[in-house]
Protein backbone atom coordinates (compact mmCIF):
# COMPACT_ATOMS: atom_id res chain seq x y z
CA UNK A 1 0.00 0.00 0.00
CA UNK A 2 2.65 2.17 0.41
CA UNK A 3 4.14 2.15 -2.95
CA UNK A 4 0.62 2.71 -4.21
CA UNK A 5 0.68 6.54 -1.93
CA UNK A 6 3.84 7.02 -2.88
CA UNK A 7 3.29 6.61 -6.87
CA UNK A 8 -0.16 8.78 -6.21
CA UNK A 9 1.93 11.42 -4.58
CA UNK A 10 4.29 11.56 -7.68
CA UNK A 11 1.48 11.56 -9.83
CA UNK A 12 -0.31 14.80 -8.21
CA UNK A 13 2.98 16.40 -8.57
CA UNK A 14 3.43 15.54 -12.36
CA UNK A 15 -0.20 16.60 -12.90
CA UNK A 16 -0.08 19.57 -11.19
CA UNK A 17 2.25 20.58 -13.89
CA UNK A 18 0.22 18.84 -16.86
CA UNK A 19 -3.15 18.33 -15.56
CA UNK A 20 -4.09 16.66 -19.05
CA UNK A 21 -1.65 14.26 -19.08
CA UNK A 22 -2.99 11.21 -20.39
CA UNK A 23 -0.39 8.30 -18.84
CA UNK A 24 -0.81 10.19 -15.56
CA UNK A 25 -4.17 10.30 -15.43
CA UNK A 26 -4.48 6.46 -16.54
CA UNK A 27 -1.68 5.32 -14.03
CA UNK A 28 -3.58 7.00 -11.01
CA UNK A 29 -6.78 5.51 -12.16
CA UNK A 30 -5.33 1.91 -12.33
CA UNK A 31 -3.83 2.69 -8.73
CA UNK A 32 -7.54 4.31 -7.50
CA UNK A 33 -8.78 1.21 -8.71
CA UNK A 34 -6.23 -1.34 -7.03
CA UNK A 35 -6.52 0.04 -4.32
CA UNK A 36 -10.22 0.46 -4.04
CA UNK A 37 -10.34 4.04 -3.07
CA UNK A 38 -13.23 5.06 -5.09
CA UNK A 39 -15.73 7.36 -3.14
CA UNK A 40 -18.65 8.06 -4.32
CA UNK A 41 -18.09 11.71 -3.31
CA UNK A 42 -14.69 12.19 -5.12
CA UNK A 43 -15.39 12.93 -8.38
CA UNK A 44 -11.91 13.19 -9.71
CA UNK A 45 -11.32 9.26 -8.88
CA UNK A 46 -14.51 8.60 -11.14
CA UNK A 47 -13.22 10.97 -13.66
CA UNK A 48 -10.20 9.18 -13.57
CA UNK A 49 -11.39 5.74 -13.91
CA UNK A 50 -13.28 6.93 -16.72
CA UNK A 51 -10.41 7.86 -18.22
CA UNK A 52 -8.96 4.83 -17.81
CA UNK A 53 -11.32 2.67 -19.54
CA UNK A 54 -11.90 4.99 -22.18
CA UNK A 55 -8.31 4.58 -23.23
CA UNK A 56 -8.50 0.96 -22.86
CA UNK A 57 -11.80 1.14 -24.99
CA UNK A 58 -13.86 -0.26 -22.79
CA UNK A 59 -17.38 1.72 -23.49
CA UNK A 60 -19.66 0.24 -20.89
CA UNK A 61 -17.56 1.14 -17.97
CA UNK A 62 -16.73 4.78 -19.10
CA UNK A 63 -20.45 5.22 -19.34
CA UNK A 64 -20.66 4.28 -15.78
CA UNK A 65 -17.89 6.30 -14.47
CA UNK A 66 -18.12 9.06 -16.71
CA UNK A 67 -21.78 9.64 -15.60
CA UNK A 68 -21.34 9.21 -11.59
Known amino acids: MKKFDIALELLEKALKVKPDYKDALLEKAFI ?4 NNLNSEDATAYYN ?3 AYALIGDKKNWIININS
Do not use: G
Request: charged share 45%; hydrophobic share 45%.
Open 32 to 35: LIEK
Open 49 to 51: RAC
